[in-house]
């Protein structure tokens, strides 16, 4: 008799291979200090081989049907997700009882690449076990929430990157604020500025084509050769009207800063109002006017919240292109986490790199979750 083996989840097989890869890679590295190369350490000589068991059974579970299987790899990779965080936690803590004070224990490849393919597992298995949006955003939020404990409660004191947040604890309350301001000195202009121009572009069709080939040149310019195009006229400006510094205006800092990220967010927006207003089908108007509903009743209750969702795409593009950007803005005087990613790479400190570099992907990941939310609580609500 044949038996024909097949596999359901090639996506878990595929992160499941790779996983086994991974445990050979360093999964942290001691060094004396912070400025040298480590000592690399793989997972299961730090722990235990057992660790390399992992690998197999997600491969195993890649060639099991079933609905029960998938909410098994659901626990099974969110159960190695934490436990990896907490590994790397006590692997550096029993490193730190052995070496100097300034020794530091920093993440390898290994737990990185680790991390990411267990995350992609679990958005996997969380897309195939459930179907609302609402409850596929929850079960992605849970995930962090031990992590998030592990993180408060000191367990991860002990890793090189801790120990550069607690040594510059005030530099980086000040570079969070920073970039804080530049997202959201970004998004409230470029929303009000950006909705007026597309809906102004809606009324006119004919006006589209030159609006939206300028917005396609801005798109075009490199961001650092923008910071830079914006220096010269604004310094100018400040020279001919001094009061101008009084508030705040300068040719370096944060008016570039804004200026150019408030240009960069217009494309999207823009296009992102239209084609949300343009999508509303002329029955669903024509019903509403049937109904003795003015023109101003009719956008405001009808066309404006059907386009909401396609609206609040582009403006959740734009938040995490800020957040991103924002970065190359510190090349300028605008401070944020940039500062600390170029102040790192200038010293060759990586522990200082990361500090700039991981906040800004967690704020990034965060406001887009933050907006994914709100798409699929308006899924939900349309559908009922």
Known sequence: MDVSIRCHNRVLLLLAVLGGLAAWLPFVSYAPNRLVSGESRAL?????????????????????????????????????????????????????????????????????????????????????????????????????????????????????????????????????????????????PALVFGF????????????????????????????????GLLIAPLAGLVRQFPELNHLGIAGTGMTPALIALILYALLPLVRGVVAGLNQVSQEVLESAEAMGMSARQRFWQVRLPLALPLLLRSLRVVAVQTVGMAVIAALIGAGGFGALVFQGLLSSALDLVLLGVIPVIVMAVVVDALFGLGIALLKVKHHD
């Open 44 to 188: 299961w000589q730090l722990f235990s081989a057992l660790w390399l068991l992992a690998p197999c059974f997600l491969l195993a579970m890649s060639f099991i049907p079933g609905r029960g299987v998938q909410v098994a790899t659901l626990l099974l990779t969110e159960v190695l997700f934490c436990l990896l965080i907490w590994s790397a936690g006590r692997a550096a803590t029993d490193l730190a009882q052995v070496g100097s004070p300034l020794a530091r224990t920093s993440p390898g490849s290994g737990l990185w690449l680790w991390l990411a393919l267990t995350l992609l597992a679990c958005s996997d298995a969380i897309r195939r076990v459930v179907s609302n949006p609402v409850w596929r955003w929850l079960l992605h939020a849970q995930v962090w929430c031990f992590p998030l404990f592990l993180l408060l409660s000191g367990k991860l004191d002990n890793l090189s990157l801790l120990r550069e947040y607690t040594n510059r604890q005030d530099v980086f309350n000040d570079a969070l604020a920073q970039h804080l301001t530049l997202l959201f000195g970004t998004l409230l």
């Open 196 to 227: 007026a121009i597309g809906l102004w572009c809606y009324r006119h069709p004919s006006r589209q084509g030159p609006v939206f080939a300028v917005l396609n040149v801005i798109q075009t310019i490199p961001s650092v050769a923008l910071f």
